[in-house]
């Protein structure tokens, strides 16, 4: 079946423009996470859906990142006049289960979007 | 918080012969530990985990151990082959924080 799914793959960004990332995950999956890979090193959490409620956004580096989730699937990661550091691959996971991270089970993780600012 | 140390960063083996990689981490709170396979242009995948009640779990060539006590765990891949190269992810969680912190990577390479 259809794994998670990210658009675009890759996306280059001048100084100061708007991004919108988008993450379509496992159909049924609950919870949904993002994710900041830096080149080289582990993914560094963003943000947790519970359905259509982000549950914890206490790893958004500023206010210019911003996620939603309005209908409990598709989830969309904006990032509003970018800068060079946000340069990275930003993944989505989904997981079936809800609860603490004994109780997610696996998480699924999509191919990421490689952002570049320039 | 948590802080995960992974070594070494960089792992280069012989096929057919065992790869070990080693994870440290500081709170003594954490009790789930998962490695994670990423292949390039991919997302990361599951490939073993284990829990803070149990000190080994195996999968056919892959095993994971875990010593709470001085709060390190590692991954052995035993028999390695061409499909193993790929960049290795350990994590650790509180079973009350679903945030999983995460190693910097291993990248593991197995020579012909």
């Known amino acids: 079946g259809a794994g998670v799914s990210q658009s675009p793959r890759y996306k280059v960004a001048k100084r100061g423009q708007d991004v919108a990332l988008r993450c379509d995950p496992i159909s049924g999956h609950v919870s949904l996470f993002w994710y900041q890979q830096a080149l080289g090193q582990g993914p560094e959490f963003l943000t947790y859906f519970q359905n259509e409620a982000q549950l914890d956004k206490s790893g958004l580096p500023s206010d210019r990142f911003f996620a939603e989730r309005p209908e409990g699937s598709v989830s969309t990661l904006k990032i509003q006049r970018t800068q060079q550091e946000d340069s990275a691959v930003y993944l989505c996971a989904s997981s079936s289960r809800l609860g603490t991270a004994g109780g997610f089970g696996e998480q699924y993780f999509g191919p990421g979007t490689r952002l570049t600012v320039t | 918080g948590e802080n995960v140390e992974q070594h070494p960063s960089t792992l280069s083996v012989q096929e057919g012969d065992s790869a070990v990689i080693k994870c440290t981490y500081s709170d003594s709170a954490s009790n789930y530990f998962p490695w994670y396979k990423q292949e390039l242009g991919k997302g990361p995948q599951l490939i073993i985990d284990?829990?803070?009640n149990v000190g080994e779990k195996k999968d056919q060539r892959i095993a994971v151990t875990l010593n709470k006590t001085a709060k390190h765990f590692s991954l052995h891949i035993t028999e390695t082959q061409p499909e193993d190269s790929a960049v290795y992810f350990c994590?650790?969680?509180?079973?009350?924080?679903?945030?999983?912190?995460w190693g910097a990577g291993t990248k593991l390479i197995i020579k012909p």
């Open positions: 284990i829990r803070s």
């Open positions: 994590a650790a969680s509180r079973n009350s924080n679903y945030q999983l912190i």
